[in-house]
């Protein structure tokens, strides 16, 4: 099983803030690394697929970049509605499997 | 518009076995994969499996022994049941288009207690 390694496990932020969250993949995922934000109560929304493709509704502060085993996620100039959980997800292999998650906060 | 929603009993006894139902629309179980995944109270996320279009299936190895997947494409729903339930199965249980999940269900909290 290919193992994701997230991190940091929470983040503290002001509005306005660029902040960034990195996945570490146990082998080569080819760029196939999606992104989602998930706030309580609530299912997970994709944000970024395909390690930089903003899916349709996404706000342009939030980005991908990586290749390799290495990838970052960022979101400048946070906004309030930003407060969320935030996870990665390898799908070239199966079993898929998720990051542990971030927990962003307002400092 | 692409909608799938969880259906199923909220509390199921320990050593008991769990079915869900995940009915779709907007989209063909005959063209598309659904995955159920699970999240623990409090934890992350974990993929469980998945039926693919061509009605075949995969598990994570981790409860491929406890666990089913199964669809009925005229009724466009797809369904899990997985047996010999323990406390640490007490989680939101999510169905969702398989790819890059973009489409989600809400969600069944599924809490395994005597």
């Known amino acids: 099983d290919i193992q994701m390694t997230q991190s940091p496990p929470s983040l503290s932020a002001s509005l306005g803030d660029k902040v960034t969250i990195t996945c570490q993949a146990s082998?080569?995922?080819?760029?196939?690394i999606a992104w989602y934000q998930q706030k309580p109560g609530k299912a997970p929304r994709l944000l970024i697929r395909?390690?930089?493709t903003l899916e349709s509704g996404t706000p342009s502060r939030f980005s991908g970049s990586g290749s390799g085993r290495d990838y970052s996620f960022s979101i400048s100039n946070v906004e309030s509605e930003d407060i969320a959980s935030y996870y990665c997800l390898q799908y070239v292999n199966l079993p898929y499997t998720f990051g542990a998650g971030t927990k962003l906060e307002l400092k | 518009q692409v909608q799938l929603k969880e259906s199923g009993p909220g509390l199921v006894q320990p050593s008991q076995t769990l079915s869900l139902t995940c009915t779709v629309s907007g989209l063909s179980l005959t063209s598309n994969s659904v995955s159920w995944i699970r999240q623990p109270p409090g934890k992350g996320l974990e993929w469980m499996g998945v039926i693919w279009s061509n009605g075949g299936t995969d598990y994570n190895s981790a409860i491929k022994s406890r666990l089913s997947i199964s669809r009925d494409t005229s009724k466009s729903q797809v369904f899990l049941k997985m047996n010999s339930l323990q406390t640490e199965d007490t989680a939101m249980y999510f169905c969702a288009r398989t790819g890059w999940f973009a489409y989600w269900g809400q969600g069944t909290l599924v809490t395994v207690s005597s």
């Open positions: 395909y390690t930089s």
């Open positions: 082998q080569n995922i080819n760029k196939y």
